[in-house]
């Protein structure tokens, strides 16, 4: 398919928001990452920590888990519910959880004061809701000197027409534009 990828769309608005916040509270090194970094892989590199030579440590990833659509009266909602998942290393055990504790509720703040991405004009805005923000250590990928992190949000998206994933209709934004405000 050709045509508009809403979930797709608002992961790289989130990762956009996610480096401002970072590049604004000097949080530097993080590797992006949306969708996945193979579990069989992360799960490998935490039980073998010391022999892993490729290290993607510290990193974000960024997905969507779900979408939910409903219609009451005529008027159709979407909510797409997105995870932010952040991983460090730190030998210090109680260092390396309030490290990453930090850097997650610094992020639910940064959404809270930040919650609207509607500088779009394609229709592809978003607005958090914040009374359904959770932020928790992932306890089972927590290991050694790895800390996982994660963060759900949802995301108010604008519903798209069937037609729309089919084949992108002309645009008034430019692509310029659009990477702009991506980034």
Same mark, same amino acid.
């Given at each position: 398919?050709?045509?508009?990828?809403?979930? +797709?769309?608002?992961?790289l608005a /989130?990762?956009?928001?996610?480096?401002? &916040?970072?590049?604004?509270?000097?949080?530097?090194?993080?590797?992006?990452?949306?969708?996945? !970094? #193979?579990?069989?892989? /992360?799960e =490998?590199?935490?039980?073998?920590?010391g022999?892993?030579?490729? =290290?993607?440590?510290p990193?974000?990833?960024?997905?969507?888990?779900?979408?939910v #659509?409903?219609?009451?009266?005529?008027?159709?909602? *979407?909510?797409?519910?997105f /995870?932010?998942?952040?991983?460090?290393?730190? +030998?210090?055990?109680?260092?390396?959880?309030y490290?990453?504790?930090? !850097?997650?509720?610094?992020?639910? &703040?940064?959404?809270?004061?930040?919650?609207s991405?509607?500088e779009?004009?394609?229709?592809?805005?978003?607005?958090?809701?914040?009374?359904?923000?959770? &932020?928790?250590?992932?306890?089972?990928?927590?290991?050694?000197?790895?800390?996982?992190?994660? !963060?759900?949000? #949802?995301?108010?998206?604008?519903?798209?027409?069937?037609? &729309?994933?089919?084949?992108?209709?002309?645009?008034?934004?430019s =692509?310029?534009?659009?990477? *702009?405000? #991506?980034h």
């Amino acid at each position: 398919m050709e045509g508009i990828n809403p979930l +797709k769309k608002n992961s790289l608005a /989130l990762e956009g928001a996610i480096k401002k &916040a970072f590049s604004e509270a000097k949080i530097e090194n993080f590797k992006f990452f949306r969708s996945y !970094i #193979q579990p069989d892989n /992360l799960e =490998n590199r935490i039980n073998n920590a010391g022999s892993n030579k490729e =290290n993607k440590f510290p990193f974000v990833i960024i997905r969507p888990i779900k979408s939910v #659509q409903k219609t009451k009266n005529g008027v159709t909602s *979407k909510i797409a519910t997105f /995870l932010i998942r952040l991983g460090t290393e730190n +030998k210090n055990y109680e260092e390396g959880f309030y490290e990453i504790a930090g !850097i997650a509720e610094y992020l639910v &703040a940064y959404f809270t004061k930040h919650s609207s991405a509607i500088e779009r004009k394609d229709g592809f805005s978003y607005s958090i809701d914040l009374e359904t923000i959770e &932020a928790f250590l992932n306890e089972e990928m927590t290991g050694g000197d790895f800390w996982i992190y994660d !963060i759900l949000l #949802q995301l108010n998206i604008p519903t798209v027409p069937h037609t &729309a994933y089919i084949e992108e209709t002309k645009r008034e934004v430019s =692509n310029e534009k659009e990477e *702009k405000w #991506q980034h």
